[in-house]
């Protein structure tokens, strides 16, 4: 009995009473979507000079109002899921359109900056912004391979756009295209692995295939394939070795508020949707995809390192230390569990601080004679601007693992998660990782702080400051505090591990 | 209350320092360091020497969910440390050069590391100990690079911070496997005393957190960072750094390693194993301080012979020997500090620090040389000056080990006389009608001019740490009495 | 489970046999009597001026695209016909909804002048 007999026979029985109710499952999402529509609308009708402003406008309005959403749901103990199984409106996907909202507001104002200093269009950086983001909130809020791979294209369409943003910038375009053939590539894996699963399994809807498939299919050639062609998939799309030659080119030529938004948001969302595929739909052949996921952990945490020590440019060197975080955060994917998936939240919300405020700090360099990412570019900045400095230290030792800061206490969650789940020689292995990272994180610092001839005080740009300050401050506070989004990581994490039968 | 007042406070004068003009920070500092101090001396007077477990305590959850909680406690062996940590950051902001570059962030940094090293005394809790532990490797690293004050400082931080991270978060591993093998689901150290996990995972976490503490001692194969850092580190900074970060190795080792795996027994017994090290140690750095001609690194390397009897004293797993070991730290926590500045001042009057070619200053800094023969002779332990106490218990507690250990470590302490007094008489005095040779001696003519002697505030600074050597030397019960008070469980129980 | 798909590798076997022997019978068999015109390539009768790859305006391309995209939206609009009844006035607004989105493209493609040809 398949679903379009089950249409041709009997009429469905859609109340409006449901409708109200799916819809209020996705409220922040379609809040978002909403926004983008009025604000591309705006685009189109405005005269010039108003355009810019008031996309902002609503792209902020938007965010806030979808914040309030998912908070308010999320007070409210979560939702449940809609629309007969294809996305869901739980905690976990409330955590992560929380954090996206926050990560929105936030590369708004980075943006505005960046867009006036350089002298490019303002609106569609917006909209596109919003555009991944309805896209990076809908992968979290997926739970059928259908809306999983549409709102992986969503998002993945908008970045590729955004990341040719810069027009007469050839390494933008040059990006682009890169990033346009190797996310094809991957989302051609990512397809073919969903219809194996599918022809394995014969459903869509995670929690169907994981009633579908038990334990002793592990030996089946086709789910097994299908698994693989996932991994791999996914591997490209959080950047890990050895799938992570694009990220290093991408990010570079991306202009910075895009590098900033995609590193921490797409690995963010990737990360949700690894989690809720593998965790919730695959959980009964866990072994099969752990080992895969390790191999890919290990190559990224050793890769992502060892370059990211020779890099000239910061935004390489973000790169590559972005792939080896990608690797530690696979380490609590691996553990799983409630405690593996909340470490790998909470590490993501402390990632998304840390990283885009490194970032940020790059903005505040810019010039219209385009951006400065060299290593070179920073050094005397703590005597050009101090706080900038200070700021800029403290993301690379939290980057670093360095207590209080908040990057010690997410490696101590992931790395306690999986000495629990046994897996101690990854421990061992994402430790001598880390000791390497040090060297380059360091070695930012060390620019920071060498005192240059350039003494000339920097430009005031007052967004991209509140957003290096933010940043800042939640890496302090929430490295000494991490109850607070430790206790949402774990509320985030349970609706996975539901699904899975845990 | 207080316990956290007593590592905040100098956080908070860090913090501070950045809104302060550069002239007064010196005194803004001052300030920091010293009430801490009076508060470390206010905990020191009211604790009580007849109380078992912590003292001061202070409890509060941290992290609810994975069973860690903020927990400050004071006890027997954390007390002078305490104390002595406090002094010696009082000490160096005092030391700090007017002229000294960038002077607020040398301070604040300074402070962080006072911060930093007293909440790891502090600390009762295995997560807790563990920040501080890692916290306190910044203010180093910055300390080390960017006010070397001679050399590579960059190429000797990252090599100081590698090789201590290579530690530290393997050490980080052996505390998240503390935790999970234990069973127990706490990071309280109390709690963990009591329950310890089988021989053979005693064995891993003893070589992961082992590591760490060993590396930052150093334990001889392990010093390789420390000639390097010590030789570019400020003086100032070096007072603090030496004589107090080197013990945090230590303490760590009496804190964590004693109590915690009592029986690191698999394919070895690390327990075993550890000793052997300590007495190589004591040779390998007496030798080495016999080989170099820089004054600094003699120090540098007298140091890494000392602490192989802090080391040896805490793993002859007995009473007499583990107190020696925290005697010792404090001797050598006093006496350290004290050599490195009499060498700073000397090379700031003469220019060099090459053994070499100084000669006969004692004519021409008399009071100088008289305070170098008190440090030099307490360090060389003399009897009636402080580290004679903290050796002899340590030996004795090696005896009863083992007898041939404590004669090995004998024959170490033999030799730290030849290398102090050789650096002693070579610098000081000169044989009846030697000259200072070639071009030197006209360099050394006109740096040291007539008379040079140490100034009424170089006296002021030095003259705290030589008055403690000999009361120390003359009255050690003051340090021994309250040492008993202990806040965990050993399984040697001290009386 | 893999053997359900027999059949299907069964039939993707006769294709490719079947086609493959048409193609060589009629190599085989056939006269083979080639001159120019003949190899000329066809394009519906008329000969060919120039070669086939040159370089075409990128206005082609966007107009293509444009038309593409516009053309696999409409798509939509064949299943939802075939259910449309069982959807009731549920699948009426969606759909209102769905157009509605691609009025919004279309006035912002406008606009910003990609329907203009220079």
């Known amino acids: 009995m398949n679903g379009l007999q089950l249409a041709a026979t009997a009429a469905v029985d859609y109340p409006p009473s449901q409708a109200f109710g799916d819809l209020s499952q996705i409220a922040p999402i379609a809040t978002l979507a909403v926004a983008m529509i009025v604000a591309i609308l705006a685009d189109a009708v405005l005269p010039f000079p108003r355009r810019g402003p008031v996309v902002m406008a609503i792209s902020a309005a938007g965010l806030v109002v979808a914040f309030a959403f998912a908070f308010g749901s999320w007070l409210q103990g979560g939702g449940h899921s809609a629309y007969f199984g294809f996305v869901t409106g739980d905690n976990f996907a409330l955590y992560f359109e929380m954090l996206f909202s926050v990560l929105g507001l936030m590369t708004l104002v980075v943006s505005h900056a960046y867009v006036r200093r350089r002298g490019l269009y303002e609106a569609e950086l917006h909209i596109l912004t919003l555009a991944a983001l309805v896209g990076m909130m809908a992968l979290a809020a997926a739970t059928s391979l259908v809306t999983v791979f549409v709102a992986l294209e969503t998002l993945s369409l908008a970045l590729y756009v955004a990341t040719g943003y810069s027009r007469r910038d050839t390494t933008s375009q040059e990006a682009a295209a890169k990033y346009l053939l190797i996310g094809g590539f991957a989302s051609a894996f990512v397809l073919y692995g969903m219809a194996l699963v599918y022809g394995a399994s014969g459903s869509t809807l995670l929690p169907e295939i994981n009633k579908a498939i038990t334990a002793n299919q592990a030996s089946n050639p086709i789910l097994i394939l299908g698994v693989v062609m996932l991994a791999v998939g996914f591997s490209f799309k959080i950047s890990g070795a050895p799938f992570h030659q694009w990220t290093p080119d991408v990010y570079q030529g991306a202009p910075l508020p895009v590098t900033a938004f995609m590193s921490v948001g797409t690995k963010a969302a990737a990360f949700a949707m690894i989690i809720r595929v593998f965790g919730s739909g695959l959980a009964n052949v866990s072994t099969e995809w752990q080992v895969l996921l390790a191999f890919v952990a290990v190559l990224s945490m050793v890769v992502g390192n060892l370059a990211a020590i020779v890099q000239s440019s910061v935004k390489r060197l973000l790169a590559y230390s972005g792939i080896a975080q990608g690797g530690y955060m696979l380490v609590g994917v691996i553990a799983g569990g409630r405690d593996g998936v909340a470490a790998v939240l909470f590490y993501l919300a402390a990632y998304v601080f840390m990283n885009f405020g490194a970032f940020a700090v790059l903005t505040v360099l810019v010039d219209r004679r385009g951006e400065h990412d060299q290593l070179d570019d920073l050094t005397g900045l703590g005597y050009r601007n101090q706080p900038l400095g200070i700021l800029m230290t403290v993301f690379m030792l939290s980057l670093a693992g360095f207590p209080p800061l908040v990057g010690f206490i997410g490696k101590f969650f992931l790395f306690r998660a999986a000495v629990a789940g046994g897996w101690t020689w990854l421990v061992v292995i994402a430790v001598l990782a880390s000791v390497i990272s040090v060297a380059y994180y360091l070695r930012v610092v060390y620019h920071v702080w060498t005192p240059s001839a350039e003494q000339a005080h920097l430009r005031r740009m007052p967004g991209p400051l509140v957003a290096v300050l933010a940043s800042g401050i939640l890496a302090l506070i929430l490295g000494v505090f991490p109850t607070l989004i430790l206790v949402a990581g774990l509320t985030g994490a349970a609706p996975v591990l539901v699904a899975a039968g845990h | 209350m207080i316990l956290t007042a007593v590592w905040l406070l100098p956080a908070l004068g860090a913090l501070a320092l950045a809104f302060v003009p550069t002239v007064q920070a010196r005194m803004v500092a001052a300030l920091f360091a010293l009430a ?73 940094m300074l402070l962080l590391l006072e911060g930093a090293m007293a909440g790891l005394f502090l600390a009762a809790d295995l997560l807790l100990f563990y920040v501080f532990w890692e916290g306190m490797l910044i203010p180093a690293y910055f300390l080390i690079w960017l006010w070397a004050e001679s050399g590579d400082g960059r190429r000797a931080a990252i090599k100081f911070i590698l090789y201590t991270l290579v530690g530290s978060l393997l050490a980080l591993v052996g505390v998240i496997g503390e935790y999970i093998y234990t069973g127990a689901r706490s990071f309280d150290l109390a709690f963990l005393a009591t329950h310890h996990p089988n021989p053979g995972i005693q064995f891993g976490l003893f070589f992961l957190l082992g590591l760490a503490f060993a590396i930052k001692v150093p334990l001889f194969p392990f010093h390789g960072w420390l000639p390097d850092a010590y030789g570019v580190s400020p ?65 540098a390397y007298s140091s890494v012979s000392h602490m192989g009897f802090i080391v040896l004293g805490i793993f002859s797993l007995n009473q007499q020997g583990q107190q020696g070991a925290v005697v010792q730290m404090l001797n050598h926590g006093i006496i350290i500090p004290a050599l490195f500045l009499l060498v700073a001042w000397v090379a700031a009057r003469t220019g060099t620090r090459d053994r070499s070619v100084l000669k006969d200053l004692a004519p021409r800094m008399p009071v100088l040389t008289g305070v170098f023969l008190i440090v030099t002779l307490a360090a060389l332990g003399l009897p009636g000056l402080n580290s004679f106490v903290g050796e002899f218990m340590t030996l004795l507690g090696a005896w009863q080990l083992q007898p041939w250990l404590a004669v090995a470590a004998c024959v170490g302490l033999i030799l730290a006389p030849i290398y102090m007094l050789r650096m002693f008489q070579g610098v000081m005095y000169a044989a009846p009608g030697e000259q200072l040779a070639g071009p030197l001696q006209e360099a050394g003519r006109n740096q040291v001019a007539a008379r040079a002697d140490i100034t009424g505030s170089e006296l002021a600074i030095i003259v705290p740490l030589v008055l403690l050597m000999i009361f120390l030397g003359l009255y050690p019960y003051v340090v021994t009495h309250p040492m008993p008070a202990l806040g965990i469980p050993y399984p040697v129980p001290w009386r | 489970m893999l053997s359900d798909y027999a059949p299907l590798v069964i039939y993707a076997v006769i294709v490719v046999g079947v086609v493959g022997l048409l193609i060589t019978l009629s190599n085989l068999l056939g006269p083979q009597k080639p001159y120019k015109s003949k190899l000329l390539p066809y394009e519906s009768g008329i000969v060919p001026v120039d070669p086939a790859r040159k370089r075409y305006s990128v206005r082609f391309y966007l107009t293509a695209m444009l038309f593409i995209i516009f053309d696999v939206e409409a798509v939509f609009f064949y299943p939802w016909a075939v259910v449309l009844r069982q959807l009731r006035w549920y699948g009426v607004i969606e759909m209102l909804v769905f157009i509605g989105i691609l009025l919004v493209a279309l006035v912002h493609i406008w606009r910003k002048g990609g329907l203009e040809w220079e």
């Open chain 2, 36 to 108: 801490s101090l009076v508060l470390t001396l206010v905990v020191a007077v009211g604790f009580d020497p007849a109380h078992h477990g912590y003292q001061f305590e202070q409890n509060v959850s941290w992290i609810p969910q994975f069973g860690v909680s903020y927990h400050l406690g004071v006890d027997g062996v954390s007390l002078w440390l305490l104390v002595l940590n406090a002094l010696l950051t009082v000490i160096a902001v005092f030391a700090t050069d007017r002229r000294m570059p960038r002077m607020r962030g040398f301070l604040s």
């Open chain 2, 235 to 299: 003086t100032p900074f070096l007072v603090t750094f030496a004589g107090v970060m080197g013990k945090t190795g230590a303490y760590a080792m009496l804190r964590i390693l004693i109590p915690l795996l009592p029986q690191p027994q698999a394919w070895w017994d690390w327990n075993a194993v550890m000793p052997v090290l300590a007495v190589l140690g004591i040779f390998w750095g007496a030798l080495m301080a016999l080989a170099q001609r820089d004054l600094k690194q003699v120090v």
